[in-house]
């Protein structure tokens, strides 16, 4: 067993205190860090937070050590049968997939901060956690006292907690399994509300697949003060970070619904039904995979289409969301060069972030519209007999549950299987393509009875210019420019702050004052880089940016509102 001690002392600094017990049984033992996380396809390099490591024998003797790379420690271990190890972590970042402690929590997600070693990842793991003694502490772990145990270093690894006296938790059950959701500093929770939802699209799952991966299931919520949206998946559990807190039963609600529904339908998509270059996961290095629009995008789609299918969300909400992935798709000129399989593979370039504009695109957005196609493509060849849904069970059930990793070929074979249909053009041209597949959206959406509505972005700044902005303040941040536009062709640039339009001091009133110069040239004033210059901009009688709509259309057929009834199952309500 892997003894672990963990403390909490000076928690304003943030750093959390190790001590740690392994057995050893070779003259040299390599420690080692995972530098990733599950979830997040970037490299973590979570050994940059390590402070004071150290090694001592069961004598209290220091023992030789070094660090053979960004995330190994090499132990001279000759003669001695354990090793003690000491170390700290600073823990200050509070998102989804990170660690963090201050005086009122101590959160910890264990793939960050745990060392093992090649010859202990199937040995057993003990936490002691030195905590106050009324903080409770919300995981899935085994608990004894204030001691957490998992079987193995990947179990520990996939594992997350939190400790802390501000924890809430209701519990609901669905096929016999227990489900809890923990609220962390939440102060006002509609439970009636929430465990309702939460038992209709847990439900829906759990009916789609037959079965359920794992024995229980925690939603470990953290309530944040600040606007934050953000899950993590686990195999028995999930962590999400959500605010303000004040709306988190407000405006936030579908939030929240969005983002717990797609975090449990990941216990299957990649906790289980898993890309065979991540089975098993390899925490020491990138984990490369073209399969991002199937473990992130087909998520994204059926996270959201399980709402509708339970009745929590009605028709117009749900197709909110798609509408979000519409948007995003026709603002994103990435699309024209960059396939959403090599998109996949580069998550490990660079990371989530925009990065050079117009390069990539994302594998959630055009994983999900990719998705939405082939799920319509195959009810309309099945006479809505099957969706997309049946593709993810046979892949749970033939390869994950044969405790096998799975390939494209796979999950082309079962999606031509299904349907009967070749889909040697949707791989070719769309998924390992930059073909436009607007036609092929418009006839999904058409078998449904929707139809798309395009008009200019209401924004002068998009529509006419063709640039988008974030505020800061009163001013403006330049975050895209539409190419060949005219702030393109002017000389705006990504990171521009526009302070002033015609020598006018801007005050929050960006396209109100480039509507009032609507006939005349303006003149941006812009900081850049610390220096600040004039860009001159004509507007132009072309449209850049676009605003798009799907609607139930007015001249809907009886078999389009067939097609409708099955696909969106009990969110259908006319």
């Known amino acids: 067993m892997i003894q672990y001690e963990l403390n909490c002392n000076f928690p304003n600094q943030h750093y959390i205190q190790f001590k740690?017990?392994?057995?050893?049984?070779?003259?040299?033992?390599?420690?080692?860090?995972?530098?990733?996380?599950?979830?997040?396809?970037?490299?973590?390099?979570?050994?940059?937070?390590?402070?004071?490591?150290?090694?001592?024998?069961?004598?209290?003797k220091s023992i030789e050590f070094k660090k053979i790379d960004k995330s190994s420690w090499e132990i001279q271990s000759e003669n001695e049968s354990e090793i003690f190890i000491e170390y700290e972590y600073f823990a200050s970042e509070l998102n989804a997939g990170s660690s963090f402690l201050d005086e009122t929590q101590l959160y910890v997600n264990p793939v960050n901060c745990i060392f093992y070693s090649d010859n202990s990842k199937d040995e057993e793991y003990c936490l002691k956690l030195n905590i106050p003694s009324n903080w409770e502490i919300a995981t899935s772990l085994k608990i004894e006292n204030s001691s957490l145990f998992a079987t193995n270093y990947e179990e520990l690894a996939d594992s997350p907690f939190i400790c802390s006296h501000y924890l809430a938790?209701?519990?609901?059950?669905?096929?016999?399994?227990?489900?809890?959701?923990?609220?962390?500093?939440?102060?006002?929770?509609?439970?009636?509300?929430?465990?309702?939802?939460?038992?209709?699209?847990?439900?829906?799952?759990?009916?789609?697949?037959?079965?359920?991966?794992?024995?229980?299931?925690?939603?470990?919520i953290h309530s944040l003060p600040y606007a934050a949206y953000h899950g993590v998946e686990h195999l028995k559990s999930t962590v999400i970070t959500?605010?303000?807190?004040?709306?988190?039963?407000?405006?936030?609600?579908?939030?929240?619904?969005?983002?717990?529904?797609?975090?449990?339908?990941?216990?299957w998509n990649v906790k289980s039904i898993r890309p065979k270059e991540m089975y098993p996961y390899n925490f020491e290095k990138e984990n490369y995979s073209s399969l991002g629009y199937v473990y992130e995008g087909v998520t994204t789609y059926m996270g959201d289409l399980y709402l509708l299918k339970s009745g929590v969300f009605n028709l117009s909400t749900y197709l909110n969301e798609l509408n979000k992935q519409l948007q995003k798709h026709y603002d994103n000129p990435g699309r024209y060069n960059y396939?959403?399989?090599?998109?996949?593979?580069?998550?490990?370039?660079?990371?989530?972030?925009?990065?050079?504009?117009?390069?990539?695109?994302?594998?959630?957005?055009?994983?999900?519209?990719?998705?939405?196609?082939?799920?319509?493509m195959i009810r309309k060849a099945a006479q809505n007999k099957y969706g997309i849904e049946e593709v993810m069970k046979r892949l749970y059930v033939d390869i994950a549950q044969q405790e096998k990793g799975y390939e494209q070929a796979d999950y082309k074979l079962i999606l031509e299987d299904v349907s009967g249909l070749s889909f040697d053009d949707y791989f070719e041209n769309y998924i390992n393509g930059t073909r436009p597949y607007d036609e092929l959206v418009m006839n999904a959406l058409n078998y449904l009875g929707l139809e798309l509505v395009q008009k200019p972005s209401s924004l002068y700044s998009e529509s006419k210019l063709g640039f988008k902005v974030l505020s800061k303040g009163k001013n403006f941040v330049v975050q895209a420019i539409h190419p060949q536009s005219p702030a393109a062709l002017?000389?705006?640039?990504?990171?521009?702050?526009?302070?002033?339009?015609?020598?006018?001091?801007?005050?929050?009133?960006?396209?109100?004052?480039?509507?009032?110069?609507?006939?005349?040239?303006?003149?941006?004033?812009?900081s850049r880089e610390g220096r600040m210059m004039n860009i001159q901009l004509t507007g132009s009688d072309n449209c850049y940016y676009f605003d798009y709509k799907i609607l139930l259309s007015n001249l809907i057929t009886g078999d389009?509102?067939?097609?409708?009834?099955?696909?969106?199952?009990e969110g259908i309500d006319f």
């Open 339 to 376: 396939s959403v399989a090599q998109s996949s593979l580069d998550t490990w370039l660079d990371g989530y972030v925009q990065g050079a504009p117009g390069r990539k695109v994302s594998i959630y957005t055009e994983g999900c519209l990719l998705a939405f196609v082939a799920d319509i």
């Open 20 to 60: 740690a017990i392994f057995p050893v049984n070779e003259s040299v033992t390599i420690l080692k860090l995972s530098v990733w996380r599950p979830g997040r396809y970037e490299l973590g390099n979570f050994a940059k937070n390590i402070r004071n490591f150290r090694v001592y024998s069961s004598q209290n």
């Open 490 to 526: 002017g000389g705006l640039s990504l990171g521009d702050e526009i302070t002033a339009v015609n020598d006018i001091r801007l005050n929050g009133d960006l396209n109100q004052w480039l509507q009032y110069f609507d006939s005349e040239q303006k003149s941006l004033t812009i």
């Open 169 to 220: 938790k209701e519990t609901y059950e669905v096929e016999q399994i227990k489900f809890h959701i923990w609220f962390n500093k939440q102060k006002f929770i509609d439970w009636d509300r929430l465990k309702k939802d939460f038992v209709r699209f847990t439900q829906k799952q759990i009916q789609a697949f037959g079965h359920f991966p794992a024995n229980e299931f925690h939603f470990l």
């Open 242 to 267: 959500l605010g303000p807190s004040y709306d988190i039963f407000g405006s936030q609600y579908n939030e929240l619904l969005g983002v717990s529904s797609h975090e449990l339908y990941h216990v």
């Open 560 to 569: 389009q509102m067939n097609n409708l009834r099955s696909w969106g199952e």
